[in-house]
């Protein structure tokens, strides 16, 4: 029977696939090819191939000895060897004969033990044995499908028994090892429960070990072997006994449940410590060798870290504690540094796909500006500003992330950089994430604008500046109902070029609002505005410079990791006279107390928002809610002021109403839905009134709390909640005790985690599994080696990278669509 070459190729092939492991035979390849090449030698009649088949063997032999590069060199020639083979004289046929030769001599019997199934870590974990499609669909729940999946499944901690007590040392109320022979094994009732009880000694004494509700053991533990027990000692009637142990039987094996570092995984219904820790053990034992390493290995000498197929076994079994933390180290850098390529990546692409427009800086205009207002800015402002204006003379186009506390004057460095705009002939957009906020942006311009120059009205919500600032200056509001007839003008303006600055909601970059030259885009408020509408506003044909907001204060490590693609500016400062703002959780009994206190706030000449209940996320529910809230307490509670009603169902003019009558004072209470969370600015108001706290984050809590303490007088913020469950409880008690912005951030996120601090899940934002977004060293480390890596080889081309290349692309592979 003929049989060709192939199944050396494929032991070969193989053999690449697990990266040059040596791992595709049992044995090694050195034995598989010594086989091979024994019987090959006779079947090899061309004088010419025979020598260079000798010196293959002579040379090479020694696979295991070889490093990689070796190792593909050394295969190479093989495969280049058997083509060869195959091109001479009688082709084919003298191939063949060769191999039949090597084939019959040595008998298939030699069978080439390949695992396919280890061919690809991406195969669904049936393929190991011992796991069932029942034990897989539970193994799903816990988010593990692939052979990868199960490897990157890590404990949530490990016990330490791996040190080694004698009995006689055995301390009561610890968790101890120890190593003994087994006497007896019996099975015993206790508590009325079938439970199984062992004797256990070595050369300083015996112990009792037993295992409650569990007779099964009693046919596992056989006399006379050595066992290794690990847990808890208790003292009963004067003795030591371990109750319910970990253990395992010394046998020629390393050791998985006790005398050990032993893993504790996370479990679901119908998966066990001991099964999960066997599987896992097994599962690793056979296929961490298989994992390729894509870490480019000058990196991995300078920083130390571990091979990844190391670090993955260890970070399961480590040998010891020092080792483990190196695993965790090398696997939480991977993490963070994946993290990083890819939103730098992505960054470096659209920074490349077109340059921006550089604006030369026009210090008069800044200059005339700052001076116009009414207060000096603060040192931080100054130095964001000062980032903002030397981003903006860079061809490359800006991409920064402003983060500053509620109150602490980011607008003013928004209105600055867009009047950078328009004196360099460029459009600027201002966008907010609601109308009314957008309303409010439109009027903060207005005001400042016109303390520096001559403000004309154009049209409904159109004006223009002749001003000393910079050539005549149009601005104008757009938002989704404004008058159609009205819209159509302004928007033909925004594409003619007619109007400078425009301001609005994210209907700005929606289809058909086309720019005739936007060179500036600022994003207020950008844990509602996502990457996906950021690349929008690049895809408007030109490559603005982009200043994203945020009032929501980041923790600097999150925003690193989650907005690696932006550089970062805070305002760490709040202008001067900004006072605490007293803040008390109420009992639901003192909200009658709470509306008194309301009724003196507004009869010494303040105003109060209430926020109504949050019934659901659903805008038109909680608009009906609103609306019925509002009837209440004007009839009830409030019959002799005056309150007006804000949601996000009202028709803008009305909403615009009831804003300015706010602001104006004619209206001592303003109702409102969750809708005024962010921005409003109303000095007088001195009071925030906040039904059902328990049911908004800290980070939300932190904002509604932000509208009041505005001007000079004392203010508060009043939080009710009915029936907050334990954690809602502890989140009061925090927002009652800091005041400051960042760290109820920091609060935030280690309660609620990342995906849920951003009310929905950033999905495209790979997996963290080891790494701490807390971890601020490590995060900025794994930033500073993306960094330098793009710096050298931007492509990724450079062999030491080509498997990093491949690996960012698979890690980034489900989030493209949002992250492009
Ligand atoms: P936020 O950062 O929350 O958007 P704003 O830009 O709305 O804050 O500013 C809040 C208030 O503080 C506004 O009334 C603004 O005019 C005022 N403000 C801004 N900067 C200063 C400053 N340096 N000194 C005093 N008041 C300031
Ligand atoms: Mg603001």
Redesign the pocket.
């Known amino acids: 029977m003929p049989i060709d070459a192939t199944p050396l190729r494929k032991v070969l092939k193989l053999e690449c696939e697990k990266n040059y492991s040596n791992s595709a035979v049992i044995g090694g390849l050195d034995k598989f090819l010594a086989k091979w090449s024994a019987n090959a030698e006779g079947a090899i009649t061309d004088l010419k191939l025979l020598k260079r088949f000798n010196e293959l063997r002579l040379n090479k032999f020694g696979y295991a000895s070889l490093d990689r590069q070796q190792r593909v060199q050394y295969i190479d020639d093989i495969l280049g060897f058997l083509s060869a083979a195959e091109k001479t004289v009688d082709k084919k046929v003298k191939a063949y004969a060769a191999a039949t030769a090597i084939l019959s001599h040595s008998k298939p019997k030699a069978k080439v033990e390949i695992s396919m199934s280890s061919c690809s870590l991406d195969s669904p974990i049936t393929i190991i044995k011992g796991i069932s499609q029942t034990m897989a669909a539970r193994f799903n729940k816990l988010g593990v499908g692939t052979v990868r999946d199960l490897l990157y499944f890590f404990p949530n901690r490990h016990l330490d028994y791996s040190l080694l007590k004698t009995i006689s040392q055995l301390a009561e109320g610890k968790e101890e090892t120890v190593i003994a022979n087994i006497w007896q094994v019996r099975e015993v009732r206790l508590g009325g429960k079938r439970s199984t009880e062992a004797i256990v000694g070595d050369d300083t004494g015996n112990v009792r070990a037993v295992w409650f509700n569990n007779p099964y053991l009693v046919k596992q533990l056989a006399t006379n072997k050595q066992i290794v027990l690990s847990g808890r000692v208790v003292i009963y009637k004067g003795h030591p006994v371990f109750e319910s142990p970990e253990w395992e039987l010394l046998e020629n094996r390393e050791l998985t449940h006790a005398g050990r570092l032993v893993p504790i995984y996370p479990l679901t219904r119908g998966l066990y410590p001991r099964q999960v820790r066997k599987l896992l053990k097994g599962a690793i034992d056979r296929f961490s060798p298989v994992v390729s390493d894509f870490m480019p290995p000058p990196l991995k000498q300078r920083l130390k870290l571990l091979e990844l197929s190391q670090a993955i076994s260890q970070a399961h079994f480590p040998d010891d504690e020092a080792t483990k933390v190196k695993a965790r180290y090398r696997l939480a850098f991977d993490e963070l540094f994946l993290l990083q390529l890819g939103v730098l990546n992505k960054k470096r692409r659209w920074q490349q796909d077109q340059p921006g427009t550089p604006f030369t800086m026009n210090d008069a205009v800044l200059d005339t500006f700052i001076g116009s207002l009414?207060?000096?800015?603060?040192t931080a402002?100054r130095r964001v500003l000062e980032d903002v204006t030397t981003d903006l003379k860079n061809s490359k186009p800006m991409s920064r992330l402003l983060q500053?506390?509620?109150?602490?004057?980011?607008?003013?460095i928004a209105i600055a950089a867009l009047l950078m705009a328009a004196s360099n002939g460029c459009q600027g957009a201002f966008m907010a994430p609601t109308e009314i906020l957008a309303e409010q942006h439109f009027s903060?311009t207005r005001r400042l604008l016109s303390a520096a120059s001559r403000e004309e009205k154009l049209g409904d919500c159109l004006y223009r500046y002749d001003s000393s600032l910079t050539q005549p200056l149009t601005i104008a509001l757009l938002i989704s109902d404004i008058k159609g007839s009205h819209k159509k003008e302004i928007q033909q303006l925004i594409q003619d070029g007619g109007i400078d600055i425009v301001i609005g909601t994210h209907a700005l970059i929606q289809k058909d609002i086309a720019f005739n030259h936007l060179g500036l885009a600022v994003v207020?408020e950008q844990h509602r505005f996502g990457v996906i509408q950021r690349s929008a506003l690049r895809q408007k044909g030109f490559n603005p410079h982009v200043l994203v907001?945020t009032?929501t204060p980041i923790p600097r490590t999150l925003a690193l990791t989650l907005y690696g693609d932006l550089d970062l500016s805070v305002?760490d400062e709040l202008?001067?006279?900004r006072q605490e703002i007293k803040t008390r959780w109420l009992k639901p009994a003192q909200r009658e107390s709470a509306h008194a206190f309301l009724r003196k706030q507004v009869a010494e000449g303040r105003q109060a928002f209430i926020i109504c209940p949050l019934i659901e996320e659903s805008e038109a529910v909680q608009a009906k809610a609103a609306i019925v809230e509002f009837e209440h307490l004007s009839r009830q509670v409030f019959p002799s002021l005056k309150l007006g009603l804000l949601h996000g169902r009202m028709p803008a003019a009305e909403k615009d109403d009831n804003m300015r009558r706010f602001r104006s004072c004619e209206l001592d209470i303003l109702v409102s839905t969750p809708v005024v969370e962010v921005?409003i600015?109303i000095?007088n108001a001195t009071v925030m009134l906040i039904e059902s706290a328990d049911r908004f984050g800290l980070s939300q809590l932190h904002q509604f709390r932000?509208r009041v303490g505005?001007g000079q007088e004392k203010s508060y913020c009043l939080l009710l909640a009915d029936n907050p469950s334990e954690v809602a409880r502890s989140r009061l008690d925090i927002i009652e005790k800091v005041q400051e912005g960042f760290q109820l951030a920091e609060e935030d996120l280690k309660m609620r985690g990342p995906g849920e601090f951003f009310g929905t899940r950033q999905s495209g934002i790979p997996d963290l599994k080891m790494a701490k977004i807390s971890d601020v060293a490590l995060l900025e480390l794994a930033r500073k080696e993306a960094i330098g890596l793009f710096e050298k080889d931007p492509a990724l081309q450079s062999p030491d990278n080509r498997l990093l290349a491949k690996e960012i692309t698979r890690v980034w592979a489900d989030g493209e669509s949002e992250w492009s």
Do not use: C, W, Y
């Not at 009414?374 to 603060?378: A, I």
């Not at 500053?404 to 003013?412: A, E, F, R």
């Open positions: 009414p207060f000096e800015l603060t402002q500053g506390d509620v109150g602490s004057g980011k607008t003013v903060n207020d907001m009032a305002i202008p001067p006279g921005g600015d000095p932000g505005r």
